[in-house]
């Protein structure tokens, strides 16, 4: 659908935050996203200054049939926080935070990135977990569920969620929190933005004096491989750790003639006090004589090294669960990943558990919370079709060569197996009859995306990169 130029004055016009369009000066650099192949051109973005104007923006995508997408920190891994040719509700300029260090917790803006927020409540000694880049927005990353460095000790982001505020497709604030609007308040944990534009997040905070972690690069062979795995689920929850399996990127802290070789490079956080920290660590370090050990005491909120914004990767990926790395698996990622010359490839493994695994599967609308580890499979390609269509099949004969029959993924690592494969078939039917009620036109169907139930069609197509639309 295109636009008129008078319309989008006067949407212009009537917000009270910034509408920038193609022939605006800085249009390239506020249409980018974190993945470099979603190159795309909306005919406006939409930079909102506070719930007003979400609902404005919403009000003029529902009258005027306009693909609306909804951007917070633009991480999607399907590029779905831009459009070409629609309107983007871009939330960056939602930063407010409000930090209560009496009851630990805080009220922030939809727009912050997870490192923003981090270092706010790092302030007083608290945080909220997230994942494993500072630079993912605190939006997506929630209303997918969340699973970081604190996934085993306090859960999922979502499981720390408290309250929220959301615009819903009619543009009605909703207050929402386990006594109002429980349904909606049930859906946005783990149904991504489906139901709405969420403009503020309260969370609960935890305490992280004592935080033990850091890097961990060790060499990677089957018996660092699956004892690795073994000490992270045997570790106390307190504890969770994310490995990457791969050829070892040129690091200044690594000696030169180790870039390239097989390696783990992991990242470990373990919450309580310092001693049962350096206790918890001590395994993985005995794994083998690490090529750097950065893992010591530490301030939560550095977790979060500063990051290179011109980055812009475009990976082919694939993500699942298993039961298990035994050394059979072990050996087939490092043969798959020995067998690639992407510029990246790794195979990222996270043991779950712990209080993830503890809150009731109905109790919010993210699925799986009872597998045991997750991993992802990244190989980058270089921008044309035809190294695309050699990286994505090297993706997928590897996820073929581990898949263990589990079923089941990750919603926000959601790629090429669509939105359903991320839930059971009872929460997909409770979402869908959420949606019903509250988005009954899939306003909201950039995403990974739930129709109304009744809605057969529904959503776009899996597009992977542009080299598939
Ligand atoms: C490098 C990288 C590392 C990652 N690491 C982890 C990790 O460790 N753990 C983990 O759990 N996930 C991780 N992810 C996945 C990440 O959580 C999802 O891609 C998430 O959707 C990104 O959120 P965003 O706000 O940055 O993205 P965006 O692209 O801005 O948003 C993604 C989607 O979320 C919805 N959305 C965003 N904001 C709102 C809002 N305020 N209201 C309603 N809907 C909204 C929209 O549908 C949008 O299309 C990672 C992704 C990348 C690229």
């Given at each position: 659908?295109?636009?008129r130029?008078?319309?989008?004055e006067?949407?212009?016009?009537?917000?009270?935050?910034?509408?920038?369009?193609?022939?605006?000066?800085?249009?390239?650099?506020q249409?980018?996203v974190?993945?470099?192949?979603f190159?795309k051109?909306?005919?406006?973005?939409?930079?909102v200054?506070?719930?007003?104007?979400v609902a404005?923006?919403?009000?003029?995508?529902?009258?005027?049939?306009v693909e609306?997408?909804?951007?917070?920190?633009?991480?999607?891994?399907?590029?779905q926080?831009?459009?070409?040719g629609?309107?983007?509700l871009?939330?960056r300029?939602?930063?407010t935070?409000?930090?209560?260090p009496?009851t630990?917790t805080?009220w922030?803006?939809a727009?912050?990135s997870?490192?923003?927020?981090t270092?706010?409540t790092?302030e007083?000694?608290?945080?909220?977990?997230f994942g494993?880049?500072?630079?993912?927005?605190i939006?997506?990353?929630?209303?997918?569920g969340g699973?970081g460095?604190?996934v085993r000790?306090?859960?999922?982001?979502?499981?720390?969620?408290?309250?929220?505020?959301l615009v819903t497709?009619d543009?009605?604030?909703?207050?929402?929190?386990a006594?109002h609007?429980?349904?909606l308040?049930?859906?946005?944990?783990?149904?991504?933005g489906?139901?709405?534009?969420?403009t503020?997040?309260?969370?609960?905070?935890h305490?992280t004096?004592g935080?033990?972690?850091g890097i961990l690069?060790?060499?990677?062979?089957?018996?660092?491989v699956?004892?690795?795995?073994?000490?992270?689920e045997?570790?106390?929850e307190e504890?969770?750790?994310?490995?990457n399996?791969?050829p070892l990127?040129p690091?200044?802290?690594?000696?030169e003639?180790?870039?390239?070789?097989?390696?783990?490079?992991a990242?470990m956080v373990h919450?309580?006090?310092?001693?049962a920290?350096?206790?918890?660590?001590a395994p993985?370090?005995?794994?083998?004589t690490?090529?750097?050990?950065?893992?010591?005491?530490?301030?939560?909120?550095?977790i979060?090294?500063?990051?290179d914004?011109?980055?812009?990767?475009?990976?082919?990926?694939r993500g699942?669960?298993?039961?298990?790395?035994?050394r059979?698996v072990a050996?087939?990622?490092l043969?798959?990943?020995?067998?690639?010359?992407?510029?990246l490839?790794?195979?990222?493994?996270?043991?779950?558990g712990?209080?993830m695994?503890r809150?009731?599967?109905?109790?919010?609308?993210?699925?799986?919370r009872d597998?045991?580890?997750?991993?992802q499979?990244?190989?980058?390609y270089?921008?044309t079709?035809?190294d695309?269509?050699?990286?994505?099949?090297?993706?997928?004969?590897?996820?073929d060569?581990?898949?263990?029959?589990?079923?089941?993924?990750y919603?926000?690592?959601?790629?090429?197996?669509?939105?359903r494969?991320?839930?059971?078939?009872?929460?997909?039917?409770?979402?869908?009859?959420?949606?019903?009620r509250?988005?009954?036109?899939?306003?909201?169907?950039?995403?990974?995306n739930?129709?109304?139930?009744?809605?057969?069609?529904g959503?776009?197509?899996?597009?992977?990169?542009?080299l598939e639309r």
């Open positions: 659908m295109a636009l130029t008078s319309s989008l006067t949407l212009s016009s009537d917000l009270e935050g910034r509408l920038i369009s193609p022939t605006d000066d800085d249009y390239d650099a249409r980018q974190f993945l470099g192949d190159d051109r909306p005919a406006a973005i939409a930079r200054a506070n719930a007003d104007d404005r923006v919403i009000g003029f995508a529902s009258d005027t049939g609306l997408a909804v951007r917070c920190g633009g991480h999607s891994a399907m590029g926080s831009t459009t070409d629609g309107l983007v871009d939330l300029d939602l930063t935070i409000d930090i209560d009496e630990k805080a922030a803006g727009g912050l997870a490192v923003e927020l270092k706010a790092g007083h000694g608290l945080a909220v977990g494993d880049t500072g630079s993912v927005g939006s997506g990353i929630t209303l997918g699973i460095y604190m000790k306090h859960g999922l982001t979502v499981d720390s969620l408290l309250a929220a505020e497709a543009g009605e604030l909703h207050h929402l929190d006594d609007d429980p349904d308040f049930w859906a946005i944990r783990g149904g991504g489906n139901f709405g534009v969420v503020r997040l309260k969370y609960q905070l305490d004096s935080a033990v972690g690069i060790l060499p990677a062979t089957v018996e660092t699956t004892g690795f795995i073994a000490a992270a045997s570790a106390p504890l969770s750790a994310i490995a399996v791969m990127p690091m200044p802290m690594v000696p003639d180790l870039h390239g070789t097989m390696a783990i490079m990242i919450l309580g006090d310092v001693a920290g350096e206790a918890a660590v993985f370090k005995a794994l083998a690490p090529l750097f050990d950065g893992v010591g005491p530490m301030a939560y909120a550095d979060y090294p500063p990051e914004p011109s980055y812009r990767p475009m990976p082919a990926q699942m669960f298993l039961d298990h790395v035994d059979a050996q087939t990622i043969d798959r990943l020995e067998a690639s010359d992407a510029s490839r790794a195979a990222q493994l996270r043991v779950l712990g209080a695994a809150v009731p599967a109905d109790a919010t609308a993210f699925g799986y597998r045991r580890i997750l991993v499979l990244v190989n980058f270089d921008g079709p035809e695309y269509a050699h990286r994505r099949a090297w993706v997928d004969e590897f996820a060569a581990v898949d263990q029959g589990v079923e089941g993924a919603v926000n690592f959601v790629t090429i197996e669509g939105p494969a991320a839930y059971p078939k009872a929460t997909w039917e409770r979402l869908a009859a959420i949606k019903q509250y988005d009954p036109t899939n306003l909201f169907r950039l995403n990974q739930v129709p109304p139930a009744g809605d057969d069609g959503g776009p197509s899996p597009a992977l990169s542009r």
